[in-house]
């Protein structure tokens, strides 16, 4: 083995590389989940977003093809029909309003009625002030909590704009909060470009009526939202007369489908993963295996002399699993090496994603290459066992 | 009797079957420098290996040191090889990647000595045989009469009471081959070590004590 180096590490490259495979794609198939979850971050995890669109079948007297709209009432029908809802809080969106302080304006912005409880479904990171509460609502006061971008354009002298006054509409606005929450989820509007202001003011401003845009529902701890979805449907359809069965009527989307379609994916991901490199892996193994029968047929004066001279079949048989074992070993080595030090250039290029595999993957992978070379050295040990001593002596 | 063979048959079954030994009685004591001289062919070597238990014979009785020589397993054999005898070969036989003193140290790994202990005494026997300043050199890096009193060095260092050689100044010059095989005479006086020796050298043969000639696989001493 020592004898031919370059044979033995080109032998080796085959479980150097595919231990390289496995590892690195784990590692940074755990580092893009991580990513791409960071996305959903503040958005509470079990929620549902309940929307209504054109009925699909006709029922009791009325026609298929019907508009209908969500309505304040709804609300408080969930509340109290589905207990096991947490957050029953509604919303609308008037898009592209222009938001104007001074000489200021900015005209991306979306004016979002919502309720108090909707911080709940989407966690803001409050840089100044306060949230919406149940008193705005109640008392339909014109204040308004406003995102980051839309700070950025009206106050870009920065500070404290709470106590100021803006413009959306025709209508001025106490501003009472900022909010910086940069979650990439949006619901009826990026959180960024919101100017957030009570539901029923936005209603009566934009003539609404009772009607809301959506409603957003969470589960309390340990409800399974999808088990609930029929009850929300029985609840809904009832008071504005559809078929609770016509789905389509009720676009119902739950995160936690969501998430576990995401999840669904990545464990999909990860299974291709484990297949091409344990593939890999194996087909270096049995390479390293191939090469070793050659050698060992090679080496048969050799191992002739040891028998020769008081090797037992047992003594040559460890030599050559040893010689397996460290020869995919060193092959392990180096592979987790080269990944750790490929993982930790990705992990620096993206700070605070978890793209390094764990110290103990790291060893078990070890371990598990090791004994690869038992089994690797398995076929050609049994070959040099049968080499009799006096294979020694045949002319070489 | 050290080594008492009684009607020794080896026939090899390699296609044609071919009857090598035809019936070998053979007697030598402990202590005896013999030659054994013989046409090629005649089955000087096969002899030498079912001696020196490389190799097994078909009937017939091999009784080494009171002991019978039968279906010894791995084991054993490989126990008898260690300790009981040693080998001198006509190419030498050292293995290539390891040095002179390593070559020397491998009979005692099988035996289990530390590895200091083995060091220690592989460089004495080189020292003796006059091979202490190539004590790491490769076999590639030495002449054929220094390969020779290596392998005459791992021979000698696990104390064997015989030592087979076959043809052990073949691959060497006549001035050489004088040299070791008066080292062979040396150790058989000094040490009592039964030698057997396999040669077509007749310069060779008459260094030693008696010669047994064979011709087609049968002793005509
Ligand atoms: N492993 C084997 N299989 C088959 N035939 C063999 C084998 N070894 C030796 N022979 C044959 O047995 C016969 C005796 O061989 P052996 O090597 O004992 O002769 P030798 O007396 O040592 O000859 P030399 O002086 O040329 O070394 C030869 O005809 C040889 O071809
Ligand atoms: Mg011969």
Same mark, same amino acid.
């Given at each position: 083995?020592?004898?031919?180096?370059?044979?033995?590490?080109?032998?080796?490259?085959?479980?150097?590389?595919?231990?390289?495979?496995?590892?690195?794609?784990?590692?940074?198939?755990?580092?893009?989940?991580?990513?791409?979850?960071?996305?959903?971050?503040?958005?509470?995890?079990?929620?549902?977003?309940?929307?209504?669109?054109?009925?699909?079948?006709?029922?009791?007297?009325?026609?298929?093809?019907?508009?209908?709209?969500?309505?304040?009432?709804?609300?408080?029908?969930?509340?109290?029909?589905?207990?096991?809802?947490?957050?029953?809080?509604?919303?609308?969106?008037?898009?592209?309003?222009?938001?104007?302080?001074?000489?200021?304006?900015?005209?991306?912005?979306?004016?979002?009625?919502?309720?108090?409880?909707?911080?709940?479904?989407?966690?803001?990171?409050?840089?100044?002030?306060?949230?919406?509460?149940?008193?705005?609502?109640?008392?339909?006061?014109?204040?308004?909590?406003?995102?980051?971008?839309?700070?950025?354009?009206?106050?870009?002298?920065?500070?404290?704009?709470?106590?100021?006054?803006?413009?959306?509409?025709?209508?001025?606005?106490?501003?009472?909060?900022?909010?910086?929450?940069?979650?990439?989820?949006?619901?009826?509007?990026?959180?960024?470009?919101?100017?957030?202001?009570?539901?029923?003011?936005?209603?009566?401003?934009?003539?609404?009526?009772?009607?809301?845009?959506?409603?957003?529902?969470?589960?309390?701890?340990?409800?399974?939202?999808?088990?609930?979805?029929?009850?929300?449907?029985?609840?809904?359809?009832?008071?504005?007369?559809?078929?609770?069965?016509?789905?389509?009527?009720?676009?119902?989307?739950?995160?936690?489908?969501?998430?576990?379609?995401?999840?669904?994916?990545?464990?999909?991901?990860?299974?291709?993963?484990?297949?091409?490199?344990?593939?890999?892996?194996?087909?270096?193994?049995?390479?390293?295996?191939?090469?070793?029968?050659?050698?060992?047929?090679?080496?048969?004066?050799?191992?002739?002399?040891?028998?020769?001279?008081?090797?037992?079949?047992?003594?040559?048989?460890?030599?050559?699993?040893?010689?397996?074992?460290?020869?995919?070993?060193?092959?392990?080595?180096?592979?987790?090496?080269?990944?750790?030090?490929?993982?930790?250039?990705?992990?620096?290029?993206?700070?605070?994603?978890?793209?390094?595999?764990?110290?103990?993957?790291?060893?078990?992978?070890?371990?598990?290459?090791?004994?690869?070379?038992?089994?690797?050295?398995?076929?050609?040990?049994?070959?040099?066992?049968?080499?009799?001593?006096?294979?020694?002596?045949?002319?070489? | 009797?050290?080594?008492?063979?009684?009607?020794?048959?080896?026939?090899?079954?390699?296609?044609?079957?071919?009857?090598?030994?035809?019936?070998?009685?053979?007697?030598?004591?402990?202590?005896?420098?013999?030659?054994?001289?013989?046409?090629?062919?005649?089955?000087?070597?096969?002899?030498?290996?079912?001696?020196?238990?490389?190799?097994?014979?078909?009937?017939?009785?091999?009784?080494?040191?009171?002991?019978?020589?039968?279906?010894?397993?791995?084991?054993?054999?490989?126990?008898?090889?260690?300790?009981?005898?040693?080998?001198?070969?006509?190419?030498?036989?050292?293995?290539?990647?390891?040095?002179?003193?390593?070559?020397?140290?491998?009979?005692?790994?099988?035996? %289990?000595?530390?590895? =200091?202990?083995?060091? $220690?005494? #592989?460089?004495?026997?080189?020292? !003796?045989?006059? @091979?202490? /300043?190539?004590?790491?050199?490769?076999?590639?890096?030495?002449?054929? %009469?220094?390969?020779? =009193?290596?392998?005459? $060095?791992? #021979?000698?260092?696990?104390?064997? !009471?015989?030592? @087979?050689? /076959?043809?052990?100044?073949?691959?060497?010059?006549?001035?050489?081959?004088?040299?070791?095989?008066?080292?062979?005479?040396?150790?058989?006086?000094?040490?009592?070590?039964?030698?057997?020796?396999?040669?077509?050298?007749?310069?060779?043969?008459?260094?030693?004590?008696?010669?047994?000639?064979?011709?087609?696989?049968?002793?005509?001493?």
């Amino acid at each position: 083995m020592t004898r031919n180096k370059s044979r033995s590490l080109l032998t080796g490259f085959g479980v150097f590389w595919g231990l390289f495979m496995l590892l690195f794609m784990l590692g940074g198939g755990n580092g893009f989940k991580a990513m791409m979850m960071k996305n959903f971050e503040g958005f509470a995890t079990n929620t549902a977003i309940l929307v209504a669109d054109r009925t699909t079948k006709p029922y009791k007297g009325f026609q298929d093809g019907r508009g209908w709209s969500l309505e304040t009432g709804d609300i408080e029908r969930l509340r109290r029909m589905v207990p096991q809802l947490d957050v029953v809080t509604p919303s609308l969106s008037i898009w592209s309003s222009s938001a104007v302080r001074e000489e200021y304006s900015y005209s991306d912005a979306v004016v979002k009625g919502i309720g108090a409880e909707y911080r709940q479904v989407e966690e803001p990171v409050l840089k100044y002030g306060r949230y919406l509460n149940e008193m705005d609502i109640l008392q339909e006061r014109k204040v308004c909590v406003i995102g980051r971008r839309v700070y950025d354009e009206l106050f870009p002298e920065g500070g404290d704009p709470c106590g100021k006054y803006i413009r959306a509409g025709a209508i001025y606005y106490q501003v009472v909060g900022v909010d910086f929450s940069a979650s990439n989820i949006s619901v009826n509007g990026n959180s960024q470009d919101a100017v957030l202001i009570p539901f029923p003011v936005a209603q009566k401003i934009y003539h609404r009526g009772n009607r809301i845009d959506l409603i957003c529902v969470t589960g309390r701890p340990g409800v399974t939202l999808s088990t609930l979805e029929t009850r929300i449907r029985e609840v809904i359809a009832e008071n504005h007369f559809f078929d609770p069965t016509d789905k389509p009527a009720l676009f119902i989307i739950d995160t936690e489908q969501l998430f576990s379609m995401v999840d669904t994916l990545f464990t999909g991901i990860n299974l291709l993963i484990w297949l091409v490199g344990l593939g890999t892996i194996l087909a270096g193994a049995i390479g390293v295996s191939n090469i070793m029968l050659v050698t060992v047929k090679e080496r048969t004066i050799e191992i002739g002399i040891r028998r020769a001279i008081g090797a037992t079949p047992r003594d040559i048989l460890s030599q050559i699993m040893m010689e397996s074992v460290a020869l995919t070993s060193a092959a392990g080595v180096l592979g987790i090496m080269f990944t750790v030090a490929c993982l930790a250039v990705l992990e620096k290029s993206n700070p605070g994603m978890p793209f390094q595999i764990g110290f103990w993957s790291a060893i078990l992978a070890l371990v598990l290459v090791a004994l690869l070379g038992v089994v690797t050295g398995l076929a050609p040990a049994t070959r040099a066992m049968a080499i009799k001593p006096v294979d020694a002596m045949r002319d070489e | 009797m050290l080594i008492d063979l009684k009607d020794i048959n080896k026939t090899y079954n390699n296609g044609q079957p071919l009857h090598v030994l035809k019936g070998i009685t053979l007697g030598i004591e402990a202590g005896e420098f013999v030659s054994i001289m013989g046409a090629s062919g005649s089955g000087k070597s096969t002899l030498l290996n079912i001696l020196g238990i490389l190799d097994n014979y078909d009937t017939g009785e091999y009784w080494l040191d009171g002991t019978l020589i039968k279906n010894l397993s791995e084991r054993q054999g490989a126990d008898y090889r260690n300790r009981m005898i040693g080998f001198i070969f006509q190419s030498f036989n050292l293995i290539s990647f390891k040095t002179a003193v390593e070559n020397v140290e491998l009979p005692l790994f099988y035996q %289990g000595v530390s590895r =200091r202990k083995r060091h $220690a005494m #592989a460089m004495e026997y080189l020292d !003796r045989l006059g @091979l202490k /300043d190539w004590a790491s050199h490769y076999p590639n890096e030495m002449s054929g %009469g220094q390969k020779q =009193r290596v392998a005459i $060095a791992r #021979a000698l260092i696990t104390h064997p !009471r015989i030592i @087979l050689a /076959d043809e052990p100044t073949g691959a060497l010059d006549s001035k050489t081959s004088v040299e070791v095989m008066d080292l062979l005479a040396q150790l058989n006086r000094e040490e009592k070590v039964t030698m057997i020796i396999v040669t077509h050298d007749p310069t060779v043969a008459s260094k030693t004590r008696r010669t047994i000639r064979i011709k087609d696989g049968i002793i005509e001493e």
